[in-house]
Structure formats: C-alpha cells, structure tokens
Nanobody, 118 residues
Framework: VQLQASGGGLVQAGGSLRLSCAASGSIFGIGSMSWHRQVPGKQRELVASIMSGGTTRYAESLKGRFTISRDNAKNTGYLQMNSLKPEDTAVYYC?????????????WGQGTQVTVSS
C-alpha cells in the first residue's frame, strides 16, 4: 500500500491550492484520512481529518479556509486550501488508516511542499 501526495507548489498569498492523496495497492478499506503539516524545527500538526462516512475535523485556526474531502471510489483524499497565507508554508503530509487485507495500518504519504509568498 502506498499513499501518493501531490498538488503542492508555489503560490502567492491569497491564492489557492488543491492537494491530493491517492492510495494504491492492496486496499480492503480506508478509515480516516487526514492532512498534517510541518515546518522545520516544529512538530508536525494536524490540519484536517475526514472519516470514511464524511465527518470532518479541522485545526481551529484553519476553519473556513481549508476544506478536506474524499472520493472513496477513487481511494483519494483532497485538501482544498484557499486564501493562503505565508504562514501556511510547510510540507504537507497525508495519512490514512488502511486495511491491507491482513490488518489495519497507518500509512503516510511522502509529503508535498507548499510555499506561499507574500
């Protein structure tokens, strides 16, 4: 099982980006999916999460600007980021709980860099 994150890049403040996280391999079910971000020297922080049934949760400071979603048929999660600010600059990681046919395991994507210029 692999998680492939994509969609990061360089954007001006006020702009938008949409991140994708595609799961592939031996997948018998995906539970929660989430996005986290990390800047050098700081701990990785939760950005948003979404359960298999669609229940979402957001970091309080990001509510209203970021939207998490998923397409269960495509085994893919998304993070729509609007009104981006320079402080949103970070490496963004996706995470998912996946049943690989033997057990439920936690998987992380490789990270995608988001840089917001002022």
């Amino acid at each position: 099982v692999q998680l492939q994150a994509s969609g990061g890049g360089l954007v001006q403040a006020g702009g938008s980006l949409r991140l994708s996280c595609a799961a592939s391999g031996s997948i018998f079910g995906i539970g929660s999916m989430s996005w986290h971000r990390q800047v050098p020297g700081k701990q990785r922080e939760l950005v948003a999460s979404i359960m298999s049934g669609g229940t979402t949760r957001y970091a309080e400071s990001l509510k209203g600007r970021f939207t998490i979603s998923r397409d269960n048929a495509k085994n893919t999660g998304y993070l729509q980021m609007n009104s981006l600010k320079p402080e949103d600059t970070a490496v963004y990681y996706c995470h998912a709980g996946i049943n690989n046919g033997f057990q439920w395991r936690n998987y992380w994507g490789q990270g995608t860099q988001v840089t917001v210029s002022s």
